[in-house]
C-alpha cells in the first residue's frame, strides 16, 4: 500500500434545511475532483444517529497538503468552498490521516 498517498477525513455538519443542497453540491464538486490526476477515490458517508453529520474520506496521490491546495484550488473547488458557510452548521472538521495498512476482503474462488 502506498504511503505517499495524502488522505483526508472531513466532517461536515450541513444545516438541517439545507441537506439536500449540500448534498447537490458535494456530489458535484467530488465528480469534478474525481477528473484530476491526482485524485484516487472518496467515499461519502452520512452518520447513522446524526443525518446532519456527513463524513468525506479523500486520497490524493499528493505529496503534501501544501502540494494538495496549489493543485486543487480550481474554479469548481473555489465555487463549492463560497457556499460552505451558508450550507453548514459550523466550520467543517478536516484532519490529515497517514495510511498504515489496509485490508479488502479476499475474492472467492471461481469469481
Known amino acids: 500500500m502506498p504511503n505517499e498517498d495524502l488522505v483526508f477525513y472531513v466532517k461536515l455538519y450541513v444545516r438541517p434545511d439545507r441537506v439536500?443542497?449540500?448534498?447537490?453540491a458535494v456530489h458535484a464538486v467530488i465528480e469534478a475532483m474525481s477528473k484530476e490526476d491526482a485524485f484516487i477515490?472518496?467515499?461519502?458517508?452520512?452518520d447513522a444517529h446524526d443525518a446532519h453529520l456527513f463524513t468525506l474520506y479523500?486520497?490524493?496521490?499528493e505529496p503534501s497538503v501544501e502540494a494538495f491546495l496549489k493543485n486543487q484550488m480550481k474554479p469548481y473547488r473555489v465555487a463549492y468552498e463560497s457556499r460552505l458557510e451558508a450550507l453548514l452548521q459550523r466550520p467543517r472538521e478536516p484532519q490529515v490521516l497517514k495510511p498504515l495498512a489496509q485490508w479488502r476482503r479476499h475474492g472467492q474462488a471461481g469469481s
Open 20 to 24: 439536500d443542497e449540500w448534498k447537490e
Open 41 to 46: 477515490s472518496c467515499d461519502l458517508h452520512q
Open 58 to 61: 479523500e486520497r490524493w496521490a
